[in-house]
């Protein structure tokens, strides 16, 4: 597995690299696009406003928002390529199984995809004035947005194999993350609360916010709400695909575009 | 030994209420060494059957054995198979050939070293050297197809099936892949071959299997098959005509004579024949061969009556003498 993940590593930063303008125009869209909102939010509010420790937040929600999208765009994005380009049934051929191979991409195309991300949080920074912190507390609850990006990725790979031609279901579900991301789901109550912990990738977001933009400690309840939450979107979106594949090799449309 | 065996494999596709019998009953088998021509026109299910052996699609029943390894259940089986598949790039273009072959040597199980090392001997010997730095989007057809069928022998496996290797390709490319094939079927190699080019067939395969309608409808030997349809008549082709008296004198033994060109069903007769024609100019004397395009004509048009499409049998007895 660490040959498979050391390979899918190699063939990732070689293409980045390679194609490099591709991914230049990622991080300057992704950063105008925000800038573009910060100016009109700005507009709205009037001069005399104070963002305060609001704009830090929703700029966690829109860099992870990011990230999601990158991560997605790697497994189910990358599933509809090769299968339109004909490398996806070469894959299938290897004796690793599927997940594992998709796994093993997404791993090492992360440190590629937090690179992009830091690099589109730092622009971010400097346009709008935020001074988000960096504690190293970031990381768990990282961890658990991580694990349920990569689950709902699976998810949605499942249906790229199935569906095939799901470009425009990916496009219309990219404004339901965005509001996992930006909705403040650690403010909510009652009810909303509980709901709020079941949404996928919400609870680790809502930590985020916290330790970044509030500079709160992290509540040890809370981290493990999320940690659950991410663990559980993964197993469910590793076991989606894993049907998705045997589904359709059973109705012969594995390279079927 | 047999590489490659698969039994009575079924499939059956479900599409709006409609159903598609692709593959019915398909058994098969290659041995180490063997080149086996898997034919048959558009539909005729050769395709699922590849991808059936490859894993790729689940059989509805039957069986894939592949050195007694079962693709379907064994992933060690996935080690033993390499595959160039029709309609698919098969490769990363992005990527230059050596990145596409160092990379697909690692995902078919080698570790990064042994696969670097495979990488450069197989560029070597598909004369893809001086390219192994260009991407492959800059590669002619040919090259992209070579380079294909290394990535497919990375991992050094038992079984190779190739899906219209040839298709698209100029004659020297057809060439350089036709010396290839045979060179790897040599090193002890079963190769499973499809193709709609039914000379390649004929020059490259030891035995031939034509599916139609989702049934093998033959599968024998590639000589033996031409044998067999192939008619035990003699033709003499004179540079003039001939006159009446020798005419007259073949017709009494029975051969066919037209004014410059003579038919003989008994091949006994051959030299009576040639002697007569003493002192006659003669430009040819050849005997009637079938072709595998004959052939593969013949039994698919037959096949496509009902009646025969469900028996391979019949077909065959039907068409040999």
Redesign the interface.
Known sequence: MLFLFWAEFKRSWIQLLRYSSEVIGGIIGTTIIFYGLFLSARYIAGPGFQFGDRLDAIIVGYVLWALMLFILGDIAGGLQQEARTGTLEQLFLSPYSAPQVFLMRAFASLTLNLAINLSILLLIMVLTGSRLAFPITLIPPLLAVLMGAYGISFAMGSLALILKQVQQLLSVFQFGLLFLFTAPVETWTGGMRIIGWLLPMAPGAGLLRDVMARGMDLNAQALALALLNGALYLVVGLALFRWSEQETKRQGKLSGY | MHILETHQLK?T?RSRGKTLA?VRDVSLSIAAAEVLAFLGPNGAGKT?TI?MI?????PDSGSVRIAGCDPHRD??A??L?G?V?E?????????TPS?NL???G???????RVARQRARDLLERFDLGDKRRALVQTLSRGMQQKLAIA?ALIHDPQLLLLDEPTLGLDVEATESVKRLVREIAAEGRAILLTTHQLDIAEELSDRVAIINQGTVVVEEPTSELIRQFSEATYRIELEHPLDAERTNKLRSLGAVVEPKQIYLRDPDLLYTVVDGLRPLPILRVERDQASLRDIFLTLVRQGRLPELSNSGGEVRSGQLH
């Open positions: 499939k596709y692709a699922t991808k490859a894993g790729l699609i689940l992933s060690r996935l080690k198979i595959a598949l309609g698919n790039r098969n490769l990363y273009w992005r990527l990145e160092e990379y697909f690692v995902l078919r199980g080698l570790t990064p990535v």
